[in-house]
């Protein structure tokens, strides 16, 4: 018998899944990149660019769990092509309103959490995706090369948009964000995947297997503590993150091209852990992660002290590597522990904190800016996020020692 590599480059149903995704990943931060500044545009308000950005990310905390209950029943393959069509219609419908000059602040809203409900629902049939492509002895390196298509993609993304924007307008980065799902979508049309071990098992009632999904996390000590990190990393790190547009226009007074070169940077740190972690992620372990965070809180601060174009750039891309290494490093692990049987629903669990809590902490960013200002906000932010991790990472190490 042929020896199994290690690479999921190997894999052609991988590969192929890989391309079509990375094209829609380029995509997607067009329009993050475009959404978040045509908010700032069209309404001068942090509290209006924080409910955008958490427009994106809040169904996911409503809905997740029982999206991650059907990416557990259905087939996936099947439901990433129908959802992603329903991207490709929304994200039209956006660019096509825009240009018509029929768009202002509450529809851009509306719009955007359509996309965020469409985006949420794919998160578990995304993510339960690639173990069913790859074999296990490929499952780490295939996350972390995903997670480098993901980043490289935040790299590229912005500066793509900041091209559109200033060249085409914001109509056109919405637009080519619907063409560009049709590449993934292609992609799921050619690739198999392999049988799930679960796959003709008798389902219980929805609600029943919701439940266990939860009961499942709550009993798993390793996964329960790195969805807990992944939740500070998301509320407070990638939270003060969705402020980039107000820092480029307000403190920067750099405008579009500005928000570009910040949300790029973002991405360049981000590839260089997912480099790293793709060569190998043996040294990675939970305490690795909450250090990281710890640095998460302190850039923040960095963040919201400084009003240095040149030094905001290295605070950025310096979060990038430190947010990365707590999002793909929980990801690569809780992806090596769970069960394939409750991969769905874990997932889904995952994607409400991943991204219900960026949702959650750009509302409370943008809320806490419009009123006390974004700088000081943003340092506050910050305190807390260092403050929290020390606190879990002590009350951790009490009880694994029986202290409590």
């Known amino acids: 018998m042929s020896r199994v590599s290690n690479s999921a480059l190997t894999n052609r149903n991988y590969l192929i899944y890989l391309i079509g ?12 990149v475009a959404l978040g500044w045509y908010a700032w545009q069209l309404s001068q308000s942090e509290l209006w660019v924080g409910i955008v950005a ?31 069509s329903l991207s490709v219609l929304n994200m039209l419908a956006l660019g096509f309103l825009t ?14 959490l359509m996309q965020g409900f469409l985006d949420s629902a794919h998160t578990p049939v995304r993510m339960s995706i690639v173990p069913n492509l790859v074999m296990r002895i490929q499952l780490q390196n295939a996350i972390a090369i995903s997670s480098v298509s993901f980043n490289m993609s935040r790299f590229v993304g912005p500066a793509l948009a900041g091209i559109i924007i200033s060249g085409f307008g914001v109509a056109t980065a919405f637009v080519i964000n619907g063409i560009s799902y049709l590449a993934l979508i292609l992609a799921m049309v050619i690739i198999r995947l392999n049988p799930s071990p679960t796959a003709g098992r008798p389902r219980k009632h929805p609600w029943v297997e919701l439940l266990e999904g939860a009961r499942y996390i709550v009993n798993h000590q390793a996964i329960r503590s790195l969805l807990v990190v992944s939740a500070l990393a998301s509320v407070f790190g990638r939270g003060a993150l969705e402020m980039l547009p107000v820092f480029s226009d307000s403190v920067f007074k750099g405008g579009a091209s500005a928000l570009a070169i910040l949300t790029s940077a973002v991405g360049a740190g981000a590839v260089a852990s997912g480099l790293a972690l793709s060569r190998g992620s043996g040294w990675l372990n939970l305490r690795i992660i909450q250090t990281s965070l710890m640095l998460v809180g302190c850039l923040v601060v960095a963040l919201g002290a400084f009003s240095s174009f040149i030094v905001a750039i290295v605070i950025v891309t310096l979060l990038g590597v430190t947010l990365s290494l707590c999002g793909i490093g929980a990801q690569i692990l809780i992806q090596t522990l769970v069960e394939d049987e409750v991969r769905g629903r874990v997932s889904s669990f995952w994607g409400i904190i991943a991204f219900g809590g960026t949702s959650l902490g750009s509302l409370l960013v943008g809320a806490a800016a419009h009123f006390g200002g974004l700088q000081n906000a943003v340092i506050a932010v910050g305190v807390t996020c260092t403050a929290m991790t020390v606190f879990t990472s002590v009350r951790q190490t009490r009880r694994e020692d029986g202290v409590f």
């Open 99 to 112: 240009a018509l000059g029929q768009m202002d602040i509450t529809l851009l809203a509306g719009l955007s």
């Open 21 to 32: 995704s990375t094209i829609s990943l380029h995509g997607l931060w067009v329009y993050r």
């Open 54 to 84: 958490a427009t994106q990310f809040a169904p996911a905390v409503f809905f997740g769990p029982i999206f991650g209950v059907l990416a557990d029943r259905l087939d996936r393959r099947r439901a990433a092509i129908f959802i992603n």
